[in-house]
């Protein structure tokens, strides 16, 4: 079964602080793409980073970053300089690459940044 | 401008009313797609239309039903709704069906039902 498990419901940073969040994955398919969505309380379901699993330098977009792990199915996302407008809702998906083309979510992790 | 538009953004319906929930994308994008989002749960795929065709249904009840006149707007007309379909339905649309998903998808900010 395809599945994306996000083990921290709740997290809590102080601005400008680090956080990382977790998130690990189970695919039999070997090409696939892994990502980040985040949803402010505004709703909008917005991307946040995306990596291809057949490369091996992790993604980075701004202060934000992951820690890619194909062996171990792991794909955490770091968010560097925490700012009050990342207090959000954060996703963690994959889609195969093949034909079976579905959007696998994660619960999601909801990320608080305190001033 | 999001891109993707979604109305009405609050929706409070009796079980025996019909209504419809509206996207609009300018995006030039040939794929859209109805999710509904409960607590506790992964966002469920309910639809997906390619090129103004249906070519997803999944196991979604009657009492929704979509319709892409175009492949700007999709529409999911509600009727008869129980209780437990109170949730937020999200639109969101890719470049394509096939490819574009593995670039990712552009959500619009969702209808909150709410079935009384």
């Known amino acids: 079964a395809q599945t994306v498990t996000q083990s921290q419901p709740e997290m809590s940073v102080q601005e400008a602080e680090t956080v990382t969040l977790s998130c690990t994955y189970d695919?039999?398919?070997?090409?696939?793409?892994l990502f980040w969505y985040k949803q402010p309380p505004s709703r909008q379901m917005i991307l946040v980073i995306r990596q291809e699993a057949y490369k091996q330098q992790n993604a980075t977009e701004n202060r934000f970053s992951v820690n890619f792990q194909k062996a171990a199915k792991s794909f955490s996302l770091k968010i560097s300089d925490s700012q009050l407008g990342d207090t959000a809702m954060y996703f963690c998906?994959?889609?195969?690459?093949?034909?079976?083309?579905?959007?696998?979510w994660g619960l999601g992790t909801s990320l608080a940044v305190n001033p | 401008e999001t891109g993707v538009t979604q109305t009405p953004r609050h929706l409070v319906m009796g079980m025996t009313n019909k209504k419809s929930l509206k996207c609009e994308q300018h995006l030039g994008h040939n794929a859209m797609y109805w999710y509904k989002q409960s607590a506790k749960k992964p966002l469920e795929l309910m639809f997906v239309y390619s090129l103004e065709e249906r070519v997803e249904n999944n196991s979604v009840p009657s009492r929704f039903s979509p319709e892409c006149p175009n492949s700007s707007h999709l529409f999911l007309h509600l009727h008869t709704l129980q209780p437990e379909d109170s949730a937020l339905y999200l639109c969101?649309?890719?470049?394509?069906?096939?490819?574009?998903?593995?670039?990712?998808?552009?959500f619009g900010s969702g209808t909150r039902l709410t079935v009384v």
């Open positions: 695919t039999s398919e070997n090409n696939y793409y």
């Open positions: 998906a994959f889609i195969n690459a093949g034909n079976n083309r579905k959007l696998i």
């Open positions: 969101a649309s890719s470049q394509d069906y096939g490819v574009g998903g593995v670039y990712g998808y552009t």
